[in-house]
């Protein structure tokens, strides 16, 4: 599907998609470039989807849970009642139709759909989790299926791929959450096992770098890596235009890791980011390099 074969009425629908994509995934949306124009509104349907259903969870604290709660089960009612064929109107639902086509388009299995939305609901509850197999429960849905959902658009050349698409969709997750432990914290909630915190004496209540603190982070961003070294691994079993945005938006992502190291793992006090203009560099790289 080209930009142009985008129906008329849902062109608005995709555009609210990419903006979405451009103010909340800055490192996504410019990776995105690198795909064939076909392909970027189908990535901007996805993200605009997931990061709905993250707005209904974090925008929204000032609503009862059990709003929130049936706010996503709404948002899930009507993406499965619009695969059924159920009109969407595009102006009002901007999100649910146009991730409806590119279900339907790509061939994106549904299921996908539910693990996330049961991961986002997850997130109104659970404040901690016990372990790391605990926390990758909850992760299958919030970040690995977010690789299976990826893979239709990505049209791999190996089945293979799809573990590898799974462990990136949890590397780019488990960054998120060693980036915004402070974030996380204000919102009562603590994305790193118990039992690790445990192992190595670290608090992140104290929201103060320790060397307990540091000989954490050293072991959860080695873990990080090797699932993003695991990720890469899948880049051979995918079409060369679909390797490249792929390999440098895991790149400009890891990074990420290097910037929590040069901030001495300090991430209560600042947020550990790559810059636009370095994210710009490595894209206009890789497209020089098709």
Known sequence: MSVVEVPRELAGAYTE???????????????????PRRHQPHVHALYGFCRHADDIVDDLTD?????????????????????????????????????????????????????????????????????????????????????????????PLD??????????????QLTNFLRDVGEDLDRGRVYLPAADLDRFDADPLARHVTPAWRDLMRFEIARNRALYDSAGTGLALLPPWSARAI???????????????ANDYDVFSRRARVSTPRKLVVAAGAALHR
Do not use: N
Not at 67 to 91: C, F, N, Y
Not at 159 to 172: E, N, Q, T
């Open 17 to 35: 998609c990419r903006r979405l994509t451009r103010r909340h995934g800055t490192t996504y949306y410019w990776a995105t470039h690198l795909l």
């Open 63 to 155: 609503r009862p849970v059990a709003e929130r709660a049936a706010a996503l089960a709404s948002l899930g009612d009507r993406l499965r009642s619009a695969l059924a064929g159920a009109d969407v109107d595009p102006i009002t639902d901007p999100v649910v139709a146009a991730v409806a086509r590119t279900v339907t388009e790509r061939g994106i299995d549904p299921e996908c759909f539910d693990r996330f939305l049961r991961s986002m609901t997850m997130d109104l509850t659970v404040t901690r989790y016990e372990t790391w197999d605990d926390l990758c429960g909850y992760m299958d849905g919030s970040a690995a299926v977010i690789g299976e959902m990826m893979l239709p658009i990505l049209e």
């Open 247 to 261: 390999a440098t938006a895991r790149t400009l992502y890891a990074r990420i890791l290097d910037e929590i190291e």
């Open 159 to 172: 089945a293979a791929a799809l573990g590898p698409a799974r462990d990136l969709g949890l590397a780019f």
